[in-house]
């Protein structure tokens, strides 16, 4: 009996360490099955796991480390443990790869160092607008801020390529997060005060006392830092922090699509699990529409119910717009006025500009409504939004 205790003891300790870790990283087959559950029973109970597990197999330990022919063995299998406990502790958790910023600086657009060209999140609230650099953000995963007055968590998974705002309100406190690991893909945090694990993509409480509830999603739109500039010409931009250069260099190519990582790098062809697509999601019904014929057309017109939706893209190739096409109580249909980057809406014949504002016309001084949409994998668009219509 004691010689069937300690080496199921052992396997049970070595398996609670790594299947702990395992589930909520990207280890090979590890995001495809529904294992929260029991992934986060593993994660809030392993230190008693630990203490049991030890207790159990201490005295029968003991009985054979006193044997010299098996001393050796039983020292190679404790010695894979603390291998283990270090490793799945210690280097492969996601709060011991991704930190946050340790210098939080913010400049103007004349004293700013990053380029132009580079994707940014830009948020606007009560007239203040930040802009928040993907290749920085994607590595810190989020960002802790104020933006006119509000606090903000800007978050970015680059695995799913899903750029959210949210207000870390959480029953009245200003809630801290860490960055716990992810699930089918998507980045996870974890609150502070409950341990509950909260989803990236969609701000859910997917595990722990508050599953349920969701952090309230703030407007968000992703464009290269020059278009958001145009827009916002007062916007302070999110500056890189120099403890992480090494880090941010290892995102340089993210933006493009064009990065080593397998599980990042985008797919050129259409409709696979990394080609990019706009995801909109209005009411109870969701939409993907396919990035490359964006590129091709440069615009977009579809609906939603009780949504009529224009897509643009900028001249950049890489700066997208999708606005309400609703305006006044009127439905309006577009064409494009040579090779953009203007608008022209057959209704009236006004012409419109890439910030959704009309330049001329019977239209003029009216503005597009934006609607929250985003930019991500195929992947983890279908999977969040399963019931999804593509076009």
């Not at 830092?225 to 260099?249: C, E, G, I, M, N």
């Not at 001249?315 to 096409?325: L, P």
């Amino acid at each position: 009996m004691k010689t069937f205790v300690l080496p199921l003891g052992l396997l049970l300790l070595l398996a609670a360490e790594i299947l702990r870790v395992y589930f909520i990283m990207p280890f090979p087959g590890s995001q495809q099955s529904n294992t929260i559950t029991i992934a986060y029973w593993l994660d809030q109970n392993i230190l008693w796991l630990r203490l049991v597990l030890l207790a159990v197999i201490a005295y029968p330990a003991i009985l054979v480390f006193r044997q010299r022919k098996r001393r050796v063995l039983l020292g190679f299998v404790l010695l894979l443990y603390g291998l283990v406990f270090y490793f799945f502790n210690f280097r492969f958790l996601a709060e011991k790869m991704f930190y946050q910023p340790r210098i939080k600086s913010f400049s103007s657009a004349k004293t700013n160092k990053v380029k132009e060209d580079k994707l940014v999140l830009g948020v606007e609230i009560n007239g203040e607008a930040k802009a928040y650099p993907l290749q920085l953000i994607g590595y810190h995963h989020q960002v802790r801020d104020t933006v006119g007055g509000m606090p903000v968590m800007v978050t970015y998974c680059t695995v799913c390529r899903t750029g959210r705002v949210f207000s870390p309100m959480v029953n009245g406190k200003n809630e801290t997060f860490r960055l716990v690991g992810m699930d089918h893909f998507n980045a996870m945090f974890e609150d502070a005060s409950t341990n509950s694990w909260w989803r990236q993509v969609s701000g859910e409480a997917i595990a722990g006392p508050l599953k349920g509830q969701t952090l309230k999603e703030l407007p968000s739109q992703q464009m290269t830092l020059s278009a958001w500039l145009r827009q916002h010409p007062t916007s302070t931009v999110l500056q890189p922090d120099t403890s992480f250069t090494k880090a941010y260099k290892d995102l340089a190519d993210f933006d493009k699509g064009t990065i080593k990582s397998n599980l990042e790098k985008r797919d050129v062809h259409s409709w696979q699990p990394k080609s990019w697509v706009i995801g909109v999601a209005f009411g109870k019904e969701a939409k993907a529409y396919d990035w490359n014929e964006l590129v091709s057309k440069q615009m977009i017109q579809d609906s939603l119910p009780g949504l009529p939706l224009l897509i643009a893209l900028e001249i950049d190739t890489a700066s997208f717009h999708v606005w309400n096409r609703n305006v006044n109580g009127s439905m309006l249909q577009f064409q494009k006025q040579g090779n953009m980057p203007l608008l022209k809406d057959v209704n009236t014949g006004s012409t419109w500009d890439m910030n959704g504002v009309c330049l001329s016309g019977m239209m003029k001084g009216n503005r597009l409504q934006p609607v929250q949409a985003s930019q991500e994998f195929w992947h983890s668009w279908q999977t969040f939004h399963p019931n999804t219509k593509n076009k």
